[in-house]
């Protein structure tokens, strides 16, 4: 049998708990009537107004202090920060390496010397380009076997993932020589409601695929499939993730110095596939006609130097064996409640219905 943890007594700290993925991690946590949390971040329109368990804290990473003042009042520091958005990898490398490498480092040589314990959300980019079987079929990702393959430095779409491997290395390092007490975890793809943001309403440029179809079926704009939309992935829901990474929290010893994929293997699909499928349940939903979908170069696109990652798969083996988990949600039943999300959110601001 596994341990599992007693939350009641913990105090958890999400830094960028005001995003997707750790305002979802938020929610779920102050749903079960358990720990403290608090939420490091410089926006928290994501999170509930109010919670007795939750403390908001207006602050950014680098703030001086901050990251000292969280390891020592925290028991686990879930570490959320991040910009993993495509299009500024090869745009802003610079910030990227900032954000995903340069800014964690102090956090994780101090969760390191405090003995704290730290959940760090890493990337599925890190695997980069996926490895194939000597007849040439696409491998799943597994965290403790597969080589980590990216381009040339010239596309530096793969700043991002080198950023967010270094980081890995030094986590995995200070756990190996320094004993820092660790899981990190490996999301493929998850999607929901309150992913990103819409561009030109509460954000800029050029967000992930899910919002980038979402703005164009509001706005009645083509939804643009780069490169004919060939590329798959395997999407997963974002409460199948919080239910996973709940259970890595309530799973210390089960977890310590190991690192997992989130994932659904089973929604492997292509981009087309996903803007075929959200366009035609908008169209249901919202009662308008289906928009239409083109197909531009991903120069064009993203410009240059960025790079497509053909297909991603996650072994999801040691997830289900160390965590008693499985991911629920088929890509079907994602939609409904991410049109919704938009929908409420955003309709206000979209060009009316003519
Ligand atoms: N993509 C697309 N249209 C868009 C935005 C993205 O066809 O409006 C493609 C992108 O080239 C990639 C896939 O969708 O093949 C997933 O993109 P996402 O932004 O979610 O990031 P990634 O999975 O590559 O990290």
């Excluded at 190996?176 to 990190?184: F, K, S």
């Excluded at 819409?198 to 695929?209: A, L």
């Excluded at 629920?328 to 009316?352: K, S």
Aim: net charge negative; hydrophobic share 40%.
């Amino acid at each position: 049998m596994k341990e599992i943890k007693d939350l009641t007594a913990e105090k958890i700290t999400i830094l960028g708990g005001g995003g997707f993925l750790g305002s979802h991690l938020a929610r779920a946590l102050l749903e079960r009537d358990c720990c403290k949390v608090r939420v490091v971040d410089l926006s928290m329109d994501k999170l509930p107004e109010k919670h007795e368990r939750l403390e908001k804290i207006e602050a950014s990473v680098d703030d001086g202090g901050v990251i000292a003042e969280v390891v020592s009042w925290s028991d686990i520091v879930v570490s959320a920060t991040a910009i993993c958005n495509p299009a500024v990898y090869n745009t802003d490398p610079a910030a990227v390496i900032q954000a995903n490498f340069t800014h964690l480092e102090p956090l994780v040589k101090r969760c390191a010397r405090s003995g704290k314990r730290l959940i760090h959300f890493s990337t599925c980019e890190v695997y980069g380009h996926p490895q194939r079987s000597p007849s040439g079929q696409i491998l799943p990702m597994n965290e403790d076997s597969t080589p980590l393959t990216m381009g040339p430095i010239s596309k530096e779409r793969w700043s991002y993932a080198a950023a967010k491997q270094l980081l890995e290395r030094l986590i995995y390092g200070c756990g190996r020589h320094e004993g820092l007490d660790y899981t990190i975890v490996r999301p493929f793809n998850v999607i929901g409601p309150r992913m990103d943001y819409m561009p030109g309403v509460d954000g800029e440029g050029t967000p992930r695929v899910l919002a980038c179809f979402m703005r164009a079926l509001l706005f009645r704009e083509p939804l643009r499939l780069v490169d004919g939309g060939r590329a798959r992935r395997a999407f997963s829901y974002v409460t199948d993730f919080t239910d996973a990474v709940v259970r890595i929290i309530e799973r210390p010893s089960a977890c310590q110095r190991q690192i997992i994929n989130i994932g659904c293997p089973d929604n492997d699909i292509t981009i087309k596939e996903l803007a075929v499928r959200l366009r035609e349940k908008y169209a249901a939903m919202c009662a308008v006609p289906p928009s239409a979908i083109v197909s531009v170069s991903s120069e064009e696109f993203y410009g240059p130097g960025y790079e497509d990652v053909e297909r991603r798969i996650p072994d999801i083996d040691k997830a289900r064996a160390l965590l008693d988990w499985e991911p629920r949600t088929p890509i079907d039943e994602m939609l409904g409640p991410i049109i919704e999300d938009y929908v409420t959110r955003y309709a206000p601001f979209c060009p009316a219905k003519s």
